[in-house]
């Protein structure tokens, strides 16, 4: 794929993650060739760092450090042979965009999770975001903002073979156990669930199987995952998330809800794009149907995440899962 191919299929996405559009094309337009994405992105998010560093005041510095957190994880998503140093940076980009930003965020930890709790302390009930394949809890950023605006608290997390923990770990299909996890070290009775891309299929996987689940959302996830029909592309990131092929190989043959579904026994909403094209997550009004309290939400025009049609479900979402939390 050409570069400027690969930058315009990850605009919405880079943008979704909180990246201005046009300093995203701009910074692009640096490389030669692609094998440049990674010390690119770096560059610009050391850029922001910088600025975080000059900032007349602590907001604009908390800002600063967020997009440059930002810039981190983008650089992940193309050829980079950095990724663990990049998302380690945006790791700590985030910590210190939420030290001066939002001094009650905490970070909280456990043996498969990493994030942070975000919002105000009485609040009525928590939504945990879940990340996907090659995403981590720097990416959505939209998601996050719209659940905090409407009074929820927010874990962003990181899972196994995900952001931060993707140099030491490896993607898990029964991701409820890290689910489990993450509900013991909150503290709370239930919890509330949103998942993009693969984490709507971890997301569903754990409202099946994790009764602490009290509603679920899924955005862009896999119905059914067959190997042989997934683009080169991804089977090379599974590969590497579950550290070889014969790993990766099975690893998809358990991302199957159609046993599943029919255990959902919470609220659920689906949401896809008409023009998500990634095999296995092109449709997902099976796993609407099949669950018993299932909604589907089919935005025609939106691609894979939504990133270029955010008015048409993120307040909708948000909405819905407010609502069915309180």
């Keep these: 794929m050409s570069v400027a191919d690969f ?8 943008t979704g993650a909180g990246l201005d559009p046009h300093e995203y094309q701009r910074v692009a337009r640096e490389m030669a060739v692609l094998d440049q994405w990674g010390e690119t992105f770096m560059r610009a998010a050391r850029g922001h760092l910088a600025r975080a560093g000059q900032a007349a005041t602590t907001i604009s510095a908390g ?7 930002s810039w981190f994880h983008v650089a992940t998503l193309g050829p980079n042979r950095e990724s663990a140093l990049a998302a380690a940076e945006a790791d700590t980009a985030m910590g210190l965009a939420l030290e001066l930003l939002e001094p009650g965020a905490r970070r909280i930890e456990g043996p498969g999770f990493t994030g942070w709790l975000r919002g105000p302390a009485d609040a009525v009930a928590t ?32 899972g196994p073979g995900q952001g931060v923990l993707a140099a030491s770990s490896t993607v ?17 009775r239930s919890v509330g669930l949103v998942g993009l891309s ?37 089977r090379e990131i599974i590969v590497r998330r579950a550290g070889g092929e014969e790993a990766a190989r099975h690893f998809a043959r358990q991302v199957d ?10 609220p659920l909403l689906v949401v ?54 309180t």
């Design 7 to 14: 930058v315009a299929a990850n605009l919405s996405r880079a």
């Design 63 to 69: 800002e600063h450090y967020q997009v440059a957190a």
């Design 127 to 158: 939504a945990v975001v879940v990340p996907g394949l090659d995403s981590g809890k720097e990416e959505f950023h939209a998601v996050t903002g719209a659940l905090l605006r409407r009074g929820l608290a927010v874990f962003a997390m990181d």
């Design 172 to 188: 898990r299909a029964d991701y409820h156990h890290v689910i489990g996890q993450v509900v013991d070290a909150l503290g709370t």
């Design 198 to 234: 693969l984490g709507g299929y971890y997301v569903a996987e754990s409202a099946a199987r994790e009764t602490r689940v009290a509603a679920a959302a899924t955005v862009s996830g896999p119905f059914h995952l067959d190997w042989n029909a997934l683009p080169p592309p991804v």
């Design 257 to 266: 809800l159609s046993v599943l579904a029919p255990q959902i026994t919470c």
């Design 272 to 325: 896809d794009g008409g023009q998500d094209v990634i095999p296995g997550v092109t449709n997902g009004e099976p796993l609407a149907r099949l669950a018993p309290h299932g909604q589907y939400l089919h935005i025609p025009h939106g691609d894979h995440l939504l990133g270029n049609a955010r008015p048409d479900w993120l307040a909708t979402l948000a909405d819905w899962l407010h609502g069915a939390l």
